[in-house]
């Protein structure tokens, strides 16, 4: 089976630029999740679909993040613009359950941001 | 609100010796709990989770943890450290929101 695909790996990129990140989550799992994982820090949950539909982004900067997840199956994460602050390693992982409560969740390798 | 504290961000053990990583959570009602392990440059990978039933939870590469109520703890251990047991590993709970919550994380370094 195969895993959570993110891409890019890496990328570098200047303060007020924008950047896409793309997540392919595993085939037929429901819920997708994105987290931002900050040196040092935890994995914090920026957002979670459940299918297309959005369960929670409470946490997620809106006024310069972004996120869908088309036709319940891949997504992209948008950061316009980015600030330092958002250098950190992005993670997407899928679970196969509706909400994913008890869920083991598979994460993807993740791609790390530096914003300079 | 939740939180999920491990004690200790690094850790550090002979090869051969016990390995104890300390979770604790801050929960109004019992959460489901999870051990993850990162190892460098990959993605996070399950190691074994709580969610009712037995408390003593079994899971992948010899460790195992057990969830005790009465110390709000999930702490993590195998009797053995291996040299390729090295990583980072995070304790995670999720209570009836489903919204998990990840500790800050515990780096272990197995010596020779």
């Known amino acids: 089976e195969a895993g959570v695909a993110q891409s890019p790996r890496y990328k570098i990129i200047e303060k007020r630029q924008s950047v896409a990140f793309w997540c392919n989550p595993i085939s037929g799992h429901a819920t997708l999740y994105w987290y931002q994982q900050i040196l040092g820090q935890g994995p914090k949950l920026l957002i979670q679909?459940?299918?297309?539909?959005?369960?929670?982004d409470s946490q997620l900067p809106k006024d310069r993040f972004s996120a869908e997840r088309l036709k319940g199956v891949d997504s992209t994460l948008k950061i316009q613009p980015a600030k330092l602050e958002d250098s950190a390693v992005y993670l997407c992982?899928?679970?196969?359950?509706?909400?994913?409560?008890?869920?083991?969740?598979?994460f993807g390798p993740g791609t790390r941001l530096t914003v300079l | 609100a939740q939180s999920v504290t491990q004690l200790g961000s690094h850790v550090s053990v002979s090869e051969g010796a016990l390995v104890l990583l300390r979770c604790n959570y801050s929960?109004?009602?019992?959460?489901?709990l999870f051990w993850y392990v990162q190892y460098p440059n990959q993605g996070l990978q399950l190691l074994l989770k709580y969610t009712t039933g037995a408390t003593l939870v079994k899971g992948i590469n010899g460790f195992e943890a057990e969830f005790k109520k009465s110390e709000t703890s999930f702490h993590l251990t195998k009797p053995s450290a291996h040299m390729s047991d090295a990583a980072e590993y995070f304790c995670?709970?999720?209570?009836?929101?489903?919204?998990?919550?990840f500790g800050a994380g515990t780096r272990l370094f197995v010596k020779a």
């Open positions: 995670a709970g999720t209570t009836g929101g489903f919204k998990t919550i």
């Open positions: 992982a899928s679970s196969p359950q509706r909400t994913g409560g008890t869920d083991t969740q598979y």
């Open positions: 929960s109004s009602v019992p959460p489901y």
């Open positions: 679909f459940q299918n297309n539909g959005v369960v929670d």
